[in-house]
């Protein structure tokens, strides 16, 4: 149980492009949305927290005009990166809960990750 | 200093030896801690999770809470090769503060 999926698990695009990341909870409702970023060697950084049918809390010196996330049901988060750029470049990781972040103690469960390189 | 320290390694070990990860935090307001690993090129998969002081064992693994000296560990017993992987370990104040990760290589 607590499958999360993430898909693209990998994209190469052009500079200035925009790419959509999709993470789906598969077999149970996902109150909670996160998305982190990963560089090599590191640990992971949250960058946003969505819950379902709100607007998402984005993490200090996160560009939330960037980082477009969109939580629209309760199984499917989306991260848009706009315009992207060389340094955009990174393992991004989305994780879901099913509970909400700040009460209960509902654990997260991730994906498998999308690795985006912008040529 | 960081909220979450833990030793980023290499740990390499042979087969069938205990391996032990730790992480210590500085905040007395982590309420929950969670063992994650990380296989190269994937997301991390939940191992453990615990709520209060003291030991949970789940097959091979065990962990361990220290609230009052702000300690958890991971015990791994007859460690395989297959558990090759980085291990993060991972508290939550709200959200989840992850330490740096252990890279763990178990050689046949």
């Known amino acids: 149980g607590a499958v999360v999926s993430q898909h693209p698990s990998w994209v190469i695009c052009k500079s200035g492009t925009s790419v959509k990341i999709e993470c789906r909870s598969l077999?149970?409702?996902?109150?909670?949305m996160f998305w982190y970023r990963q560089f090599p060697k590191q640990s992971l950084m949250l960058m946003a927290t969505?819950?379902?049918?709100?607007?998402?809390?984005?993490e200090q010196g996160v560009e939330k005009d960037k980082f477009l996330i969109n939580h629209a049901s309760l199984t499917l988060s989306t991260l848009t990166v706009t315009s992207a750029h060389p340094e955009d470049s990174s393992f991004y990781i989305c994780?879901?809960?099913?509970?909400?972040?700040?009460?209960?103690?509902?654990?997260?469960?991730f994906g498998d990750g999308t690795r985006l390189s912008i040529l | 200093q960081k909220e979450v320290e833990q030793d980023p390694g290499p740990l390499s070990v042979p087969e069938g030896a205990i391996v032990s990860l730790n992480c210590t935090y500085s905040?007395?307001?982590?309420?929950?801690f969670m063992w994650y690993r990380q296989y190269s090129r994937k997301g991390p998969e939940l191992l453990m999770y615990?709520?209060?002081?003291g030991n949970k064992e789940d097959g091979r693994f065990t962990a361990q809470v220290d609230k009052s000296s702000k300690y958890i560990s991971l015990f791994i017993r007859d460690s395989q090769p297959s558990d090759s992987a980085t291990y993060l370990c991972?508290?939550?104040?709200?959200?989840?503060?992850f330490g740096q990760g252990t890279e763990l290589s178990v050689k046949p």
């Open positions: 969505s819950n379902e049918g709100s607007k998402a809390t984005y």
């Open positions: 994780s879901a809960s099913a509970g909400y972040d700040n009460r209960g103690g509902q654990p997260q469960h």
């Open positions: 077999d149970f409702q996902a109150t909670t």
């Open positions: 991972a508290m939550r104040r709200g959200k989840l503060i």
């Open positions: 905040n007395s307001a982590f309420q929950y």
């Open positions: 615990t709520y209060s002081s």
